[in-house]
């Protein structure tokens, strides 16, 4: 396996130390098992959906949490009933447990389960006070104290 340095990098930058965090969550958990499958899509400009392949649940046997800039969707079914034996049973409906990291100010706005997919909507917000602001550049005559003259 192969690891990277990212001492140069933090040599010269400031508060970037999170990076570092992601980088090292995004490297361990990339050698998942792929259960279940998901697809991560851009709608709009500070739109995002995430859509899992959940066939077998319901809406009871999953949970959604986003705790800070994680996302946690985990999904277990309760003991059921047989309702006869099974001579192949293809569709997996064991426990799962899918982390997602979000960038700053992303939230989610709303789940949906349809038809054997789990739609899990997200949206950028950005507070006022960190979008950008013009800043009115004063000029030098209307800076200066205006002196009185001498009567």
């Known amino acids: 396996m192969r690891t990277f340095d990212f001492s140069p990098l933090f040599r010269s930058t400031v508060g970037f130390d999170r990076v570092l965090q992601l980088l090292d ?10 259960y279940p ?5 851009k709608s709009g400009e500070s739109g995002y959906r995430i859509t899992l392949a959940v066939a077998g649940f319901t809406d009871k046997d999953i949970e959604i949490v986003q705790q ?11 003991e059921r009933e047989a309702n006869g ?9 064991r426990a799962f447990e899918r982390r997602f990291e979000l960038a700053d100010h992303v939230r ?3 789940a949906s389960l349809e038809n054997g997919l789990l739609h899990v909507e997200l949206v950028r ?9 013009v800043v ?5 005559a209307a800076s200066r104290p205006q ?3 001498a009567e």
């Open 37 to 41: 499958p998901y697809n991560i899509e």
């Open 136 to 140: 009115p550049i004063a000029s030098a």
């Open 25 to 34: 969550t995004v490297s361990n958990e990339s050698g998942g098992n792929g």
């Open 68 to 78: 800070e800039n994680a996302l946690r969707i985990v999904g277990k079914i309760a």
């Open 147 to 149: 002196l009185q003259a």
């Open 125 to 133: 917000e950005v507070p006022e006070e960190k979008k950008p602001r």
């Open 85 to 93: 034996s099974y001579l192949h049973r293809g569709i997996a409906t």
């Open 108 to 110: 989610v706005s709303g």
